[in-house]
């Protein structure tokens, strides 16, 4: 009897999908199993090492020039033909170079390796100074600090800042904030207040090194820095890339990605791996278009990478105002290149109520596909924690940007947020099947290398291939089901 049950049950099963056209979907299709075969973890990785070569990327500068170009050669040579909007003006940080060293105590001297200078910093000549401590900022910026660089446990307020600044420091060196996983060996990158004129460069240090210097320091023994920093501050037009694949209806799904480093640092993670994964899922939908393996689409496709996170995408909300009906969906790409805890693919804001329709396809090919090989270990939807490009489509900043305020839905997926894990209340009703955590939380995995000098492709992107990957897996079967 117990032989006889599984093929009764298998019977069952074939009845079924061959009923059920729904049913049909899994195991997988043809063309999602195409489209997947053709996503090229090589391609995927080299982008980013080419985008992190070219600097931070930050929109008017011109290695944020240099990204777009990046960009638009890689849409061309995919056979697009990509047009570049129109930015706002805003003050762009350029940084040329920099250097920052002790050069007393002497077997300090190898002690700075993976500081980074705050973004708004001014030039200034290669200066010497004697490092203090100012475990009270409060305190210190009321003191005679002629000539002195200063060490502070936590960044300070603007005023505080230009109070040290008029007494007379000559540097602010920040440390690391203390986290479980974060910033041991390498700084966490803060910036000075967008402005032309800030008086003393910011240098952010790694909590390792600012505890050896405190520790030096209340040794009452000297510590002599030298440092160096050169940038323009100017305002500056960032460049957006915006390439799209015509369907048979101007109605369009929007795939999108910052294209510049979230910090001001080398932005691996944050958010080359996004752009990264905008360029492979467009080369590979185009591909499959011009190869007619699949038709043309029923709806378009549209495919951003914006200069400058947020302002950009405001931008191309004015300028596009008139057709913001015609968005079906946005599907915005931010840190698909790490996660330190888990191996999932969040798609966020399920806590909108319109956006339900597109995070369900996305949960059930979650569902589908996870455990599969060359796919993800878990996947959720998430609720919304804000803070990048998809937010911009919400009505609440339609109507700030004086648009009409429509219900577009608008997602982000990532594998990893901010620097240290973080628990959210789940949305009643999104409990994916492919979630291994409990039902009524959500892990947000985090990066080790959030914001900070070591988001490099090394430490990010190449440890963990399998994240972009998935990402742009995930968003091309998506766009597969809803756009043809
Ligand atoms: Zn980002």
Redesign the pocket.
């Known amino acids: 009897m117990r032989l006889s049950r599984p093929s009764k049950r298998r019977i069952h099963f074939s009845v079924l999908l061959f009923l059920v056209p729904g049913a049909m979907c899994f195991p997988q299709t043809r063309i999602e199993k195409e489209f997947s075969a053709k996503v090229s973890k090589t391609r995927l990785l080299e982008q980013v090492q080419d985008l992190v070569r070219l600097g931070s990327r930050i929109g008017g500068t011109a290695s944020g020039d240099k990204s777009a170009s990046y960009v638009v050669r890689k849409f061309k040579q995919a056979g697009f033909k990509p047009i570049i909007q129109n930015d706002p003006l805003r003050l762009a940080f350029d940084l040329k170079r920099w250097s920052l060293r002790v050069t007393e105590p002497r077997d300090l001297r190898r002690l700075i390796k993976h500081e980074w200078v705050g973004a708004y910093s001014p030039s200034v000549p290669d200066s010497k100074s004697e490092l203090l401590y100012a475990q009270d900022p409060q305190k210190a910026s009321k003191l005679d600090l002629k000539g002195k660089a200063l060490l502070v446990d936590n960044p300070v307020s603007t005023k505080m800042y230009q109070a040290m600044a008029e007494n007379g420091a000559s540097c602010l060196l920040v440390a690391s904030p203390v986290l479980e996983r974060a910033y041991s060996d390498w700084a966490m990158i803060t910036d000075l207040p967008p402005s032309k004129t800030n008086p003393i460069p910011l240098f952010n240090v790694s909590l390792n090194n600012a505890r050896k210097l405190q520790s030096v320091l209340q040794d009452s023994q000297t510590v002599m820095i030298r440092f160096s920093a050169e940038a323009t501050i100017d305002s500056a037009r960032a460049k957006t890339v915006i390439a799209t694949l015509e369907g048979e209806s101007e109605q369009y799904y929007l795939i999108c990605a ?1 294209g510049d480093s ?1 910090s001001g640092g080398p932005g691996a993670d ?2 080359a791996s996004g752009v990264s994964g905008v360029l492979e899922a467009a080369r590979v939908l185009k591909e499959l278009v011009v190869s007619r393996r699949i038709p043309k689409p029923k709806f378009s496709v549209r495919f951003a990478v914006w200069g400058s ?1 947020m302002l950009s995408t405001e931008q191309y909300i004015r300028l596009n105002a008139r057709h913001l009906k015609d968005i079906l969906g946005v599907m915005n790409f ?2 698909i290149g790490t996660g330190v805890t888990r191996d999932c693919l969040y798609f966020e804001s399920n806590d909108v109520k319109y956006n339900e329709p597109l995070l369900r396809t996305l949960e059930r090919l979650g569902e589908e596909y996870a455990g599969r090989r060359g796919y993800w270990n878990e996947a959720t939807t998430n609720p919304s924690q804000g803070g ?1 490009d998809s937010y911009v489509f919400f009505p609440s900043s339609l109507r700030r940007l004086n648009v009409p305020d429509l219900e577009i839905p608008s997602v982000t997926i990532f594998t990893g947020a901010w620097n240290e894990l973080k628990a959210m209340p789940q949305t009643p009703g999104w409990n994916s099947k492919a979630w291994r955590g409990p039902p009524d939380t959500v892990y947000i995995d985090f990066s080790a290398y959030y914001h900070s000098s070591l988001d490099v492709p090394e430490r990010t992107t190449e440890r963990e291939p399998f994240n972009m990957i998935g990402a742009v897996k995930a968003v091309g079967i998506a766009l597969l089901r809803l756009a043809w």
């Open positions: 910052h979230d944050d958010n996170e931010d840190q990048t």
